[in-house]
């Protein structure tokens, strides 16, 4: 069974970089997308990026230019980085398995709760 | 980017009734090579992540009750709940995984 599991710092201030990692245990690594995914309270899901543990990627060009998302396969696990950050990218932020050529997200992490304020 | 639009924003169902949530895409997400919808439901209760619902337009996730089905193609889609129940109450999204960025709809607010 896959278990998805993440972490990192929860509270920011303007102008700091936003960084989350993300551990997956169980299943295959090597065969997926790997996604990251954010909710800013009371709204909606917004798409980030993704990788393979190829190293291909691919970001939402809303944040391309601050957003890099990286992998570690020897850990099988991959992390987020999102530079410049203000207000606007307080969140929720979530890692979930990624497309194959079947579904996306059929595993998630827990979620993280990440607070930009001065 | 591919625009999902989906409607109504909100519905209130009485228990054991039907829902239904629609959605749309600005751009087609049918894969003619293999005849293949990329467009997922997935249903949000608070605090939790999203849990996948559907994929493919109308492959049910494993453990997913028969309830939920989804149907549709190219642009416009449809999540069906029927008989309704209690802990059915949750927000609703679909999401096209047919390119990158990869679109959510904005949501659907199903209460009793």
């Known amino acids: 069974q896959v278990q998805v599991q993440q972490w990192g710092a929860g509270l920011l201030k303007p102008s700091e970089t936003l960084s989350l990692t993300c551990a997956v245990y169980?299943?295959?690594?090597?065969?997926?997308?790997w996604s990251w995914i954010r909710q800013p309270p009371g709204k909606g899901l917004e798409w980030i990026g993704e990788?393979?543990?190829?190293?291909?990627?691919n970001y939402n060009p809303s944040l391309e230019g601050r957003v890099t998302i990286s992998v570690d396969t020897s850990k099988n696990q991959f992390s987020l980085k999102l530079n410049s950050v203000t207000a606007a990218d307080t969140a929720v932020y979530y890692c979930?398995?990624?497309?194959?050529?079947?579904?996306?997200?059929?595993?998630w992490g827990q979620g993280t709760l990440v607070t930009v304020s001065s | 980017d591919i625009v999902m639009t989906q409607s109504p924003d909100s519905l209130a169902v009485s228990l054991g009734e039907r829902a239904t949530i629609n959605c749309k895409s600005s751009?087609?997400?049918?894969?003619?090579?293999?005849?293949?919808?990329?467009l997922g439901w997935y249903q949000q209760k608070p605090g939790q992540p999203p849990k996948l619902l559907i994929y493919?337009?109308?492959t049910r996730e494993s453990g997913v009750p028969d309830r939920f089905s989804g149907s549709g193609s190219e642009t416009d889609f449809t999540l069906t709940i029927n008989s309704l129940q209690a802990e059915d109450v949750a927000i609703y999204y679909c999401?096209?995984?047919?390119?990158?960025?990869?679109?959510f709809g904005q949501g659907t607010k199903v209460e009793v």
């Open positions: 979930a398995r990624g497309a194959d050529n079947a579904k996306t997200g059929d595993y």
């Open positions: 169980g299943g295959s690594f090597s065969g997926y997308y």
């Open positions: 990788i393979h543990p190829s190293g291909s990627t």
């Open positions: 751009q087609n997400v049918l894969y003619r090579v293999n005849n293949k919808n990329y």
């Open positions: 493919w337009a109308s």
């Open positions: 999401q096209q995984y047919y390119t990158t960025p990869r679109t």
